[in-house]
Protein backbone atom coordinates (compact mmCIF):
# COMPACT_ATOMS: atom_id res chain seq x y z
CA UNK A 1 0.00 0.00 0.00
CA UNK A 2 1.49 3.21 -1.29
CA UNK A 3 1.43 5.67 1.96
CA UNK A 4 2.89 9.13 1.56
CA UNK A 5 3.41 11.55 4.72
CA UNK A 6 4.83 14.40 6.00
CA UNK A 7 5.58 13.86 9.57
CA UNK A 8 6.34 16.99 11.38
CA UNK A 9 7.55 18.50 14.71
CA UNK A 10 5.02 19.51 15.17
CA UNK A 11 -15.95 13.68 30.10
CA UNK A 12 -16.21 12.00 28.57
CA UNK A 13 -18.38 9.57 29.92
CA UNK A 14 -16.52 6.22 31.41
CA UNK A 15 -19.58 4.44 31.64
CA UNK A 16 -20.13 1.41 29.11
CA UNK A 17 -22.76 -0.54 28.33
CA UNK A 18 -20.25 -3.54 28.01
CA UNK A 19 -17.68 -3.72 29.54
CA UNK A 20 -17.75 -1.78 32.38
CA UNK A 21 -14.55 0.39 32.67
CA UNK A 22 -14.01 1.67 36.46
CA UNK A 23 -11.20 4.43 36.39
CA UNK A 24 -8.51 4.07 39.42
CA UNK A 25 -8.44 7.10 41.21
CA UNK A 26 -5.29 8.80 39.92
CA UNK A 27 -3.15 11.40 42.13
CA UNK A 28 -4.14 13.97 39.93
CA UNK A 29 -7.20 14.39 38.12
CA UNK A 30 -7.23 13.84 34.30
CA UNK A 31 -6.84 16.58 32.15
CA UNK A 32 -9.12 16.69 29.43
CA UNK A 33 -7.93 18.39 25.33
CA UNK A 34 -9.58 19.46 23.02
CA UNK A 35 -8.51 19.13 19.47
CA UNK A 36 -11.48 19.40 17.40
CA UNK A 37 -14.77 21.44 18.16
CA UNK A 38 -17.14 22.02 15.43
CA UNK A 39 -19.86 23.55 17.42
CA UNK A 40 -17.47 26.80 17.16
CA UNK A 41 -18.24 27.13 13.79
CA UNK A 42 -14.42 26.15 11.67
CA UNK A 43 -12.89 23.53 10.33
CA UNK A 44 -10.15 21.89 12.57
CA UNK A 45 -6.91 23.67 11.45
CA UNK A 46 -9.03 26.95 12.08
CA UNK A 47 -9.01 26.14 15.94
CA UNK A 48 -5.12 25.22 16.02
CA UNK A 49 -4.84 21.90 18.08
CA UNK A 50 -5.00 20.01 14.47
CA UNK A 51 -2.80 20.22 11.38
CA UNK A 52 -4.56 19.84 8.16
CA UNK A 53 -2.41 17.67 5.47
CA UNK A 54 -3.83 17.77 1.64
CA UNK A 55 -1.33 15.81 -0.19
CA UNK A 56 -1.06 13.86 -3.58
CA UNK A 57 0.62 10.56 -3.88
CA UNK A 58 1.10 11.93 -7.77
CA UNK A 59 2.49 15.12 -9.63
CA UNK A 60 -0.97 16.94 -10.30
CA UNK A 61 -2.11 19.18 -7.34
CA UNK A 62 -4.72 17.68 -4.54
CA UNK A 63 -8.31 17.83 -5.07
CA UNK A 64 -9.37 16.99 -1.69
CA UNK A 65 -11.71 19.19 -0.46
CA UNK A 66 -12.72 20.58 3.60
CA UNK A 67 -15.84 22.70 4.32
CA UNK A 68 -17.67 23.21 7.30
CA UNK A 69 -21.68 23.04 8.28
CA UNK A 70 -24.09 22.29 10.48
CA UNK A 71 -21.37 21.84 13.42
CA UNK A 72 -19.24 19.67 11.48
CA UNK A 73 -16.13 19.79 8.65
CA UNK A 74 -16.99 17.35 5.95
CA UNK A 75 -13.24 16.09 4.10
CA UNK A 76 -13.47 14.69 0.75
CA UNK A 77 -10.76 12.95 -1.17
CA UNK A 78 -12.94 11.24 -3.29
CA UNK A 79 -12.27 13.12 -6.53
CA UNK A 80 -8.96 11.53 -6.57
CA UNK A 81 -8.46 8.29 -4.89
CA UNK A 82 -4.32 9.23 -4.96
CA UNK A 83 -5.42 11.83 -2.95
CA UNK A 84 -4.00 11.92 0.78
CA UNK A 85 -5.98 14.40 3.35
CA UNK A 86 -6.56 14.68 6.65
CA UNK A 87 -5.55 16.26 10.72
CA UNK A 88 -3.31 15.55 12.53
CA UNK A 89 -1.12 16.67 15.67
CA UNK A 90 2.13 14.80 17.82
CA UNK A 91 2.13 17.64 20.78
CA UNK A 92 0.23 15.80 23.58
CA UNK A 93 1.97 13.11 25.26
CA UNK A 94 0.71 9.91 24.92
CA UNK A 95 1.35 7.05 27.63
CA UNK A 96 0.01 3.94 27.07
CA UNK A 97 1.31 2.49 30.55
CA UNK A 98 -0.82 5.36 32.39
CA UNK A 99 -3.33 5.18 29.60
CA UNK A 100 -5.44 7.77 27.72
CA UNK A 101 -8.41 8.07 25.47
CA UNK A 102 -9.20 10.11 22.72
CA UNK A 103 -13.05 10.61 21.76
CA UNK A 104 -14.05 11.63 18.57
CA UNK A 105 -17.54 12.00 16.15
CA UNK A 106 -17.55 10.96 13.08
CA UNK A 107 -19.87 10.00 10.11
CA UNK A 108 -18.77 8.17 7.13
CA UNK A 109 -21.10 9.65 3.83
CA UNK A 110 -19.13 7.49 1.61
CA UNK A 111 -16.34 5.19 0.93
CA UNK A 112 -14.40 3.40 -1.83
CA UNK A 113 -10.94 1.14 -1.48
CA UNK A 114 -9.33 -0.73 -4.25
CA UNK A 115 -8.21 -3.29 -1.97
CA UNK A 116 -9.14 -5.34 1.80
CA UNK A 117 -6.22 -3.93 3.49
CA UNK A 118 -7.12 -0.12 2.55
CA UNK A 119 -9.55 2.33 3.98
CA UNK A 120 -10.64 5.83 3.11
CA UNK A 121 -10.93 6.89 6.69
CA UNK A 122 -8.18 5.98 8.93
CA UNK A 123 -7.40 6.89 13.02
CA UNK A 124 -4.19 6.58 14.26
CA UNK A 125 -2.96 6.87 17.98
CA UNK A 126 0.97 6.12 18.67
CA UNK A 127 2.18 6.26 21.96
CA UNK A 128 5.31 8.02 22.76
CA UNK A 129 7.41 5.06 22.52
CA UNK A 130 5.46 4.23 19.22
CA UNK A 131 3.13 1.40 20.10
CA UNK A 132 -0.30 2.13 18.87
CA UNK A 133 -3.30 1.44 16.38
CA UNK A 134 -4.78 2.46 12.97
CA UNK A 135 -8.06 1.88 12.39
CA UNK A 136 -9.87 1.88 9.43
CA UNK A 137 -13.22 2.51 8.64
CA UNK A 138 -16.02 1.39 6.12
CA UNK A 139 -19.41 2.47 5.64
CA UNK A 140 -20.07 -1.36 7.08
CA UNK A 141 -16.84 -2.28 8.82
CA UNK A 142 -14.56 -0.98 11.59
CA UNK A 143 -11.31 -2.87 11.34
CA UNK A 144 -7.50 -2.83 12.95
CA UNK A 145 -4.54 -2.46 10.59
CA UNK A 146 -1.82 -5.40 11.31
CA UNK A 147 1.84 -3.93 12.26
CA UNK A 148 4.89 -6.47 12.10
CA UNK A 149 6.91 -6.84 8.82
CA UNK A 150 6.25 -7.57 5.32
CA UNK A 151 4.10 -9.43 4.13
CA UNK A 152 1.16 -8.78 7.33
CA UNK A 153 2.25 -5.29 7.63
CA UNK A 154 -0.91 -3.10 7.17
CA UNK A 155 -3.34 -6.34 6.08
CA UNK A 156 -6.41 -6.43 7.62
CA UNK A 157 -6.54 -8.01 11.53
CA UNK A 158 -9.45 -7.64 13.81
CA UNK A 159 -12.87 -6.39 12.70
CA UNK A 160 -16.50 -6.09 13.13
CA UNK A 161 -19.35 -5.19 11.35
CA UNK A 162 -20.64 -1.45 12.14
CA UNK A 163 -22.93 1.10 10.22
CA UNK A 164 -20.39 4.05 10.08
CA UNK A 165 -22.80 5.93 7.95
CA UNK A 166 -24.53 7.38 11.19
CA UNK A 167 -23.06 10.00 13.02
CA UNK A 168 -21.43 7.81 15.86
CA UNK A 169 -18.79 8.90 18.79
CA UNK A 170 -16.16 6.70 19.46
CA UNK A 171 -14.30 6.21 22.36
CA UNK A 172 -10.35 4.82 22.15
CA UNK A 173 -9.41 3.40 25.23
CA UNK A 174 -5.52 3.01 24.88
CA UNK A 175 -3.79 1.06 28.17
CA UNK A 176 -1.18 -0.76 28.18
CA UNK A 177 -0.26 -3.18 25.31
CA UNK A 178 -4.10 -3.27 24.27
CA UNK A 179 -6.63 -1.15 23.29
CA UNK A 180 -10.40 -0.74 23.38
CA UNK A 181 -12.88 1.08 21.21
CA UNK A 182 -16.49 2.25 21.82
CA UNK A 183 -19.14 3.11 19.85
CA UNK A 184 -22.04 5.53 21.32
CA UNK A 185 -20.45 4.02 24.73
CA UNK A 186 -20.49 0.00 23.46
CA UNK A 187 -17.45 -1.73 23.09
CA UNK A 188 -17.48 -3.15 19.32
CA UNK A 189 -13.95 -3.63 19.00
CA UNK A 190 -10.88 -4.47 20.84
CA UNK A 191 -7.45 -5.95 20.93
CA UNK A 192 -3.43 -5.58 21.05
CA UNK A 193 -1.29 -2.41 20.37
CA UNK A 194 0.96 -2.89 17.08
CA UNK A 195 4.62 -1.79 16.40
CA UNK A 196 4.02 -0.22 12.82
CA UNK A 197 8.08 1.04 12.19
CA UNK A 198 9.25 -1.11 9.54
CA UNK A 199 7.00 1.19 7.35
CA UNK A 200 9.72 2.63 4.89
CA UNK A 201 7.50 5.61 2.62
CA UNK A 202 8.77 8.63 1.42
CA UNK A 203 7.70 10.36 4.79
CA UNK A 204 6.98 8.19 7.76
CA UNK A 205 4.47 9.02 10.42
CA UNK A 206 4.84 5.70 12.34
CA UNK A 207 8.33 6.81 13.76
CA UNK A 208 6.48 10.03 15.29
CA UNK A 209 5.75 9.83 18.79
CA UNK A 210 2.56 10.61 19.90
CA UNK A 211 0.91 10.79 16.78
CA UNK A 212 -2.50 11.42 16.14
CA UNK A 213 -4.38 11.38 12.80
CA UNK A 214 -8.04 11.14 11.54
CA UNK A 215 -8.30 10.74 7.82
CA UNK A 216 -7.35 9.41 4.33
CA UNK A 217 -3.68 8.04 4.46
CA UNK A 218 -3.60 5.76 1.40
CA UNK A 219 -3.72 6.19 -2.39
CA UNK A 220 -5.73 3.09 -2.93
CA UNK A 221 -9.16 4.07 -0.96
CA UNK A 222 -10.91 7.55 -0.64
CA UNK A 223 -13.79 8.64 1.65
CA UNK A 224 -16.41 11.63 2.31
CA UNK A 225 -16.73 12.24 5.79
CA UNK A 226 -17.65 14.05 8.42
CA UNK A 227 -16.07 15.38 11.61
CA UNK A 228 -17.65 17.30 14.78
CA UNK A 229 -15.04 16.36 17.77
CA UNK A 230 -11.82 15.14 18.92
CA UNK A 231 -10.77 15.27 22.52
CA UNK A 232 -8.62 13.16 24.54
CA UNK A 233 -8.29 12.24 27.97
CA UNK A 234 -5.09 11.53 30.05
CA UNK A 235 -3.99 9.96 32.27
CA UNK A 236 -6.52 7.34 32.98
CA UNK A 237 -3.53 5.02 35.18
CA UNK A 238 -5.33 1.81 35.19
CA UNK A 239 -8.34 0.35 33.45
CA UNK A 240 -10.62 -2.68 34.85
CA UNK A 241 -12.08 -5.00 32.74
CA UNK A 242 -14.17 -7.45 33.54
CA UNK A 243 -13.77 -10.79 31.79
CA UNK A 244 -16.24 -10.99 28.92
CA UNK A 245 -17.87 -14.63 28.87
CA UNK A 246 -18.79 -16.01 25.73
Do not use: C
Not at 1 to 24: C, D, E, G, K
Not at 175 to 198: C, E, F, K
Request: glycine share 6%; hydrophobic share 40%; net charge negative.
Amino acid sequence: MLRSWVAVSILFSLAFTSPQVTPVTPAAPPAVIVLYNGALGVTPDAQGALFYLPQNSEDPPPASTQSWANNFTTLNTLTKTTDLAGYFTSTVTLDRQTGFAITFTTQVISETHLNNHSAGLSVIALSADLQGIELGFWQNRVWAQEGGVDPELFTQAEGATFDATAVTTYTLFVQGSHYWLNANSVMILNGPLRDYTAFNGFFDPYETPNFIFFGDDTSSASAEWRFGLATILAPLYQLHLPLVQK
